[in-house]
């Protein structure tokens, strides 16, 4: 174990189940160095999971107090968590199957609300946990195991949406910019209010070896660097260009909603007491 | 009633003894929705989190009134699925925690029902039925989800807790009740009612007293040490866990270990499962409640939940007085199904506002003689005492029901 999962993970729940290769455990990584540049005590943290990969690989890992949404919900229970523990900060991490998919009506209203907290979007472009199927992040054109003749269906960026729907942060980045992806996260740690970062990251197992023809890592994160960039080494397009980088950034600006709540409550409860002294 | 019916009427519920007790309060004449946000009030409900639908609608409205008042938050989420999860995380972080919704909403809820229920969140859900399938009838009353709410997630391996009430003064400490069941058995309770007792005005006492309040009221206590889920344990009245005060405790939707841990082991998924079920099953007699007239010498035992009841009754009692040997059996506790409650070895006549037949298939398993069971199904509107009468007559003096309009009889 590193000094940094020494500090912050469980022994015992390490190494996780991930596939050889596996970006998760890089970008997890990452998130600890974030947390440990800005000197968060662990207690401070509740560490929230999706399902799929990423919930699977990272669930019960966080040192600290863990939950393991249903599919798609856990912005749902980050809701109500935050109103009843507002002190905390909130990283929860989620696959492009929580966040573009199944609960993405969940990813839009905890940002049009301003819900407190960081959620991490792992984006692997596809289902890996069910073997190979795309998402709605999926390049266009990918083979894989339910879109064996190309991805048909158009996809979407969610760095968009969230944007489109009142988060105060959002960056997207990707597993071979750890740079990025470290200073990206501690921005987004210290908004008090909604923040999104997008990660892509290669899945071998999953993704590489039916849309890639390869299972190789260094390949799949090739392949991730060249599109980031929009060429090949060679200088020939790559056939996608994903702009990183800090996409909006209005940290701060309007108040977080816990305290919104908190405020509405102070407020009514001391003319409720007024009202009943004066009766 | 008159005297021989009130000698034997008999109402076992806890809110017996709390009326009992508590004087100091006042009158109102109020809805059903109303008195079930004053209870969770009292009860200690500081969250809700739904979406508004008929005829669930005014305790969305209630209730985002009142929270703010006592320092308690309500958020209208997204849809049902939220709802349900937004509870689930609130109560996981310490505030006791309520939704409430209709069939379609409910439907809904069955993958937060099984995060909670596995995790032992406490929290009390209302389903305020009305008739269906999908939206129906959306003004009229039902009784479609009798064993949805028992059902209330996939999955398997698990016991819920049901309560139906029948009245607006009884909806009120009904959700004190839920929410010291919810605490005490750290588990979703589910407040079965109908649009009939959800929305009709009735008498309504609202004790004001705080002190003789807190003595009926379970108060909320955080776990926050291992282990936090005592599988394979039976034992009731562990304080709940809570996240965000760094205690490490782990929840999620998988099979736990003691720790929270996600384990895919046979040992494991036993353990838990004897948690899950054993905890409701073994503390049965802690949460039986129901009403009866008549079951020592009843021939022919009329059997009710929720607002049919209230005519069913009525029914019992004019056919007592034409001469009929009747009973009344009112259950208030749906589930876990009060078997004992039908040892008597007399006909039984299920009145229930469906007409595939759902309580009526409970009655038919746990009666001596399932041949001597009998179901009129209805749907959208009460049973007429006529109608029971004529039934509850026709059983006693023929075996069977005369055809009736509107009334199904058959259950196969």
């Known amino acids: ?279 | 009633m008159n005297e021989t019916l009130a000698a034997s009427h008999r109402l076992v519920a806890p809110w017996v003894d709390w009326a009992a007790r508590i004087k100091q309060g006042k009158w109102l004449l109020e809805t059903g929705t109303y008195a079930l946000t004053e209870g969770a009030i009292a009860a200690g409900c500081r969250f809700f989190g739904g979406y508004p639908i008929t005829p669930a609608t005014e305790i969305a409205e209630n209730i985002s009134k009142r929270l703010p008042m006592v320092g308690g938050y309500y958020v209208q989420a997204e849809d049902e699925l939220a709802g349900m999860h937004m509870c689930a995380g609130a109560s996981l972080g310490g505030l006791k925690a309520m939704t409430a919704t209709s069939g379609p909403g409910f439907t809904l809820m069955h993958d937060a029902y099984g995060w909670a229920i596995t995790n032992e969140i406490p929290m009390v859900v209302v389903d305020a039925m009305r008739v269906g399938p999908i939206s129906g009838i959306t003004g009229a009353p039902g009784q479609g989800e009798f064993y949805v709410a028992r059902y209330c997630t996939h999955g398997g391996n698990f016991e819920t807790i049901v309560l139906s009430p029948n009245s607006v003064q009884e909806i009120y400490w009904m959700a004190i009740d839920a929410f010291n069941l919810a605490e005490r058995f750290r588990t979703v309770v589910t407040i079965l009612t109908d649009q009939v007792v959800a929305d009709m005005q009735e008498d309504l006492f609202l004790p004001d007293d705080p002190a003789a309040l807190a003595s009926v009221v379970v108060p909320r206590r955080n776990n926050l040490a291992m282990p936090f889920f005592p599988v394979g344990s039976s034992e009731i009245d562990v304080a709940p866990n809570i996240v965000g005060r760094g205690t490490g405790v782990c929840v999620s939707t998988y099979t736990h270990t003691p720790e929270g841990y996600d384990i895919e082991d046979m040992d494991a998924q036993w353990a838990q499962t004897e948690r899950l079920i054993n905890k409701i099953r073994h503390n049965k007699a802690e949460l039986l409640r129901y009403e009866a007239i008549g079951l020592e010498d009843a021939n022919v035992i009329a059997v009710a939940y929720g607002a049919p009841s209230r005519t069913v009754k009525t029914a019992v009692l004019e056919a007592r007085r034409r001469g009929v040997r009747a009973g009344f059996l009112r259950l208030i506790t749906l589930w876990p199904f009060p078997d004992q409650l039908f040892e008597r070895d007399a006909s039984y006549l299920v009145c229930e506002l469906n007409y595939d037949g759902q309580l009526v298939r409970e009655v038919m398993r746990a009666a001596p003689d399932k041949n001597k069971v009998h179901f009129m199904g209805k749907s959208a509107e009460l049973h007429t005492v006529a109608e029971v009468c004529a039934g509850l007559e026709g059983i006693a003096q023929a075996g069977r029901m005369p055809p009736q309009p509107h009334i199904w009889t058959e259950v196969r």
Request: one cysteine or more; glycine letters at 12%; hydrophobic letters at 35%.
């Open chain 1, 1 to 279: 174990m590193t000094r940094l999962a020494e500090k912050y993970l469980r022994p015992s729940q390490i190494p996780t189940k991930a596939c050889h290769g596996c970006g998760i455990g890089m970008i997890e990584n990452w998130i600890l160095q974030a947390i440990d540049e800005l000197a968060i005590d662990k207690q401070d943290i509740v560490f929230g999971t999706g399902i799929g990969c990423v919930g699977r690989q990272t669930f019960a890992t966080w040192g600290g107090d863990n939950f393991g949404g249903t599919h798609g919900r856990a912005l749902a229970i980050a809701t109500g968590l935050k109103l009843a523990q507002p002190d905390k900060k909130y990283i929860v991490v989620v696959g492009d199957g929580d966040a573009a998919s199944i609960g993405t009506s969940h990813l839009i209203h905890a940002a049009r609300r301003n819900l407190g907290v960081t959620v991490v979007c792992e984006d692997n472009m596809v289902y890996g946990s069910t073997g190979g199927q795309f998402s709605p992040t999926t390049p266009s054109n990918s083979i894989t195991n339910s879109s064996p003749y190309g991805m048909t269906e158009p996809n979407f960026d969610p760095c968009d949406i969230v944007k489109a729907a009142g988060a105060t942060f959002v960056a997207e980045t990707s597993v071979v910019q750890w740079h990025q992806t470290i200073k990206v996260l501690k921005l987004a740690l210290q908004n008090d209010g909604f923040s999104f970062v997008h990660v892509r990251f290669p899945c071998n197992e999953n993704f590489g070896s039916y849309a890639l023809g390869s299972r190789d890592t260094k390949k799949s994160l090739e392949w991730i660097w060249e599109n980031t960039k929009g060429q090949k080494a060679n200088g020939e397009p790559s056939g996608h260009k994903w702009e990183t980088g800090i996409k909006h950034d209005a940290s701060n600006s309007r108040p977080e909603f816990s305290k919104l709540m908190r405020g509405l409550a102070e407020r009514v409860g001391k003319e409720t007491r007024q009202r009943e002294l004066a009766v």
